[in-house]
């Protein structure tokens, strides 16, 4: 019975409120992002660096990290990259970023849930957005990363810490960080407090290039005394 009344408020809110496919405009279901033919068009990555998400050539062993990850590895375990930094991905990403598309941030954010879901994700205890230096979050008015986490952690039920680290200036000189702030400063890029300590850690960006921003806030994370640190991003390029 109550199945029932369900779908039928269901159908009913269908009716009145018919979604569109945000790329091709065809009429889908309420609550649909994509039609079933541009889901399937989506930038996927295939064969990609167990450590860094770099694109690899398929050879059929796979597992192995690439070639800089084993020269050099990063701070973090793993990189899990929902799709390839390439249209139309990287629109939606843009009008995230520079566009003030909030709306995408919950698209993005709930079908990276989705991702990472089918990756085990039972060994995270907080979710942590890259953070914006402040001056650029004034400038924004918000941090894209942040705002695709939310709905992410919202998803997964693991705790959202957009507070424990934190973007400085470049030019400021470690020495003069307040002690008692019990901050650690990296290269002076970022600041993690001790709040993360003995904590497993998913560092989630919208996308990752080179992965020098996250190696060097993974780092800073480490050094705080995360027990460990993963990487999640919309998009690798
Ligand atoms: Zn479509
Ligand atoms: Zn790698």
Same mark, same amino acid.
């Given at each position: 019975m109550t199945t029932m009344l369900h779908e039928s408020v269901k159908s009913i809110q269908q009716w009145l409120f018919p979604g569109s496919c945000l790329l091709c405009a065809a009429r889908v279901p309420t609550d649909t @992002? %994509?039609?079933? @033919?541009?889901?399937? *068009?989506?930038? #996927?990555?295939? *064969?990609?660096?167990?450590?860094c998400a770099a694109p690899m050539v398929e050879d059929g062993t796979s597992v192995q990290p690439c070639g800089q990850c084993q020269q050099?590895?990063?701070? &973090?375990?793993?990189?899990? =990259?929902? &799709?390839?930094?390439?249209?139309?991905?990287?629109?939606?990403?843009?009008?995230?970023?520079?566009? /003030?598309?909030?709306?995408?941030?919950?698209?993005?954010?709930?079908?990276? =849930? =989705? %991702?990472?879901?089918?990756? *085990?994700?039972? $060994?995270? @205890?907080?979710?942590?957005?890259v953070p914006l230096h402040s001056?650029?979050? #004034?400038?924004?008015?918000?941090?894209?990363?942040?705002?695709?986490?939310?709905?992410?952690?919202? /998803?997964?039920?693991?705790?959202? @810490?957009?507070?424990?680290?934190?973007?400085e200036r470049a030019t400021e000189p470690q020495t003069g960080l307040p002690h008692k702030a019990r901050q650690r400063n990296v290269r002076g890029a970022f600041s993690a407090s001790d709040a993360l300590a003995g904590l497993r850690v998913a560092l989630v960006d919208d996308v990752m290039t080179t992965g020098h921003t996250v $190696?060097?806030?993974?780092?800073?994370?480490r050094q705080a005394g995360a027990k460990a640190v993963e990487i999640w991003v919309v998009a690798r390029a």
């Open positions: @992002d %994509f039609c079933a @033919d541009c889901d399937a *068009a989506l930038p #996927r990555l295939t *064969a990609t660096c167990p450590r050099r590895a990063p701070a &973090f375990a793993r990189t899990l =990259a929902m &799709f390839q930094y390439a249209p139309p991905i990287d629109r939606l990403v843009q009008g995230l970023k520079y566009y /003030r598309k909030l709306e995408l941030a919950r698209l993005l954010g709930r079908r990276l =849930a =989705a %991702f990472v879901e089918g990756h *085990a994700v039972a $060994n995270v @205890d907080r979710i942590v957005p001056t650029r979050l #004034r400038e924004r008015g918000y941090n894209q990363s942040l705002e695709i986490a939310r709905p992410l952690a919202r /998803r997964l039920g693991i705790p959202l @810490d957009y507070e424990s680290v934190r973007r $190696n060097t806030l993974a780092r800073c994370v």
